[in-house]
């Protein structure tokens, strides 16, 4: 009778001290770690970073070694300018991150040239500035009337489509992106990229 | 009593989970022979998929790679892919951040991973496949 009455409080200790363990080791703890920039990121279904790098890549990719574009660049180096990337999901993305992403990586392979519209309302104040103000040395100023046309456009757009039920959701989205000669006013590139991501409810799981 | 110190062990076992597996197979392009460029830092993986083929050429003066990826496994895998370039002095091509990207890989299906070099700088490359790793890349809800 007593052996059993302390068994019975040996298994009681141990109990709460698997129950401590178990408590214990798996406590919200704060801490704050780099993660890689570049790793796939699936905290929720939206938009997000992963989809911003593949949408650039791919079209970059895609501008980069499409042949007409090889025609394009085989003497010179066209100037691009970017229009934008018109947002017709229902999230709120910022279109201009992915315009950037492209820009820069296009800029990169030393193919093309851009002109940057959204600065140009600080260029024509600094060339004011340098052209009318007294403080400035006449030679050195940035003369007006020398910056250079570009000769293409870019631009495109970002829909989605978006379906759920009490167990799942799932968005689509395709980005469509255009290159047109502004000249003619023919559209010298375009290509599309889909994205599907799905969410499901897990069955098990903690 | 005597199921519940067991049933507490598994608990405690299976709600810390691990750190994930973040190794998986590779092509890297530092020799001439196919075989020595491919690496299996994950025998698990590396037995369920393998890389096949590697074929490259210039588009606009461009480097352009496509890797074949074959599954020997019957059910989809989920995989990321990514790439990595380098000059022609073996440096790593600054400033170019290839992400990794998501990639489902159906029971013995085969396919090709696209690879274009970022600059002409670029002729050669290393690809690096893995397994979603477990933590922190599933949805939790």
Redesign the interface.
Same mark, same amino acid.
């Given at each position: 009778m007593i052996i059993s009455k302390k068994f019975k409080t040996a298994?009681t200790y141990?109990?709460v001290g698997?129950?401590a363990?178990?408590l214990s080791?798996?406590a919200n703890k704060a801490v704050v770690s780099y993660g890689?920039?570049?790793?796939?990121e699936?905290t929720?279904?939206n938009f997000g970073s992963?989809d911003l %790098?593949?949408v650039a $890549?791919q079209m970059t990719?895609s501008l980069?070694?499409?042949?007409v574009?090889?025609t394009m660049?085989a003497n010179k180096r066209p100037i691009v300018f970017v229009e934008r990337i018109k947002n017709k999901t229902s999230e709120h993305i910022d279109t201009e991150s992915i315009t950037d992403s492209i820009s820069t %990586?296009m800029l990169? $392979?030393?193919?093309f040239r851009f002109v940057d519209m959204t600065r140009v309302e600080s260029v024509r104040e600094q060339l004011t500035f340098q052209n009318e103000d007294a403080l400035i040395n006449p030679a050195t100023a940035v003369a007006f009337g020398k910056q250079i046309g570009a000769q293409y456009m870019l631009y495109g757009n970002l829909s989605s489509i978006v379906k759920s039920n009490a167990d799942k959701s799932d968005v689509y989205y395709k980005f469509t992106m255009r290159l047109m000669d502004m000249e003619s006013g023919l559209v010298e590139w375009a290509d599309e990229t889909e994205i599907r991501k799905t969410?499901?409810?897990?069955t098990f799981?903690? | 009593?005597k199921y519940?110190?067991p049933l507490?062990?598994v608990?405690?076992l299976s709600?810390?989970s691990s750190k994930p597996v973040t190794s998986g197979i590779a092509v890297e392009q530092n020799t001439n022979k196919f075989n020595e460029q491919l690496r299996v830092d994950n025998s698990d993986l590396g037995n369920k998929l393998a890389i096949t083929d590697v074929k490259t050429r210039q588009?606009?003066q461009?480097t352009?790679v496509v890797v074949t990826l074959s599954s020997q496994y019957k059910k989809s895998q989920y995989l990321?892919y990514?790439f990595n370039w380098f000059d022609k002095d073996g440096f790593v091509i600054k400033?170019?951040?290839?992400?990794?990207?998501?990639l489902t890989l159906f029971g013995f299906a085969k396919t090709q991973l696209?690879?274009?070099a970022?600059?002409?700088d670029a002729v050669t490359f290393s690809l690096a496949v893995r397994e979603?790793s477990t933590e922190s890349?599933?949805?939790?809800?």
């Open positions: 298994s141990a109990l698997l129950s363990l178990v080791g798996c890689d920039a570049q790793a796939v699936t929720d279904i992963t %790098q593949k $890549s990719d980069l070694s499409s042949p574009v090889g660049t %990586q990169r $392979s030393g193919k969410k499901e409810k897990s799981g903690w | 009593m519940i110190v507490f062990a608990l405690m709600a810390c588009t606009n461009l352009d990321q990514q400033g170019n951040h290839s992400p990794w990207q998501a696209p690879g274009l970022p600059s002409s979603v890349q599933e949805f939790k809800d």
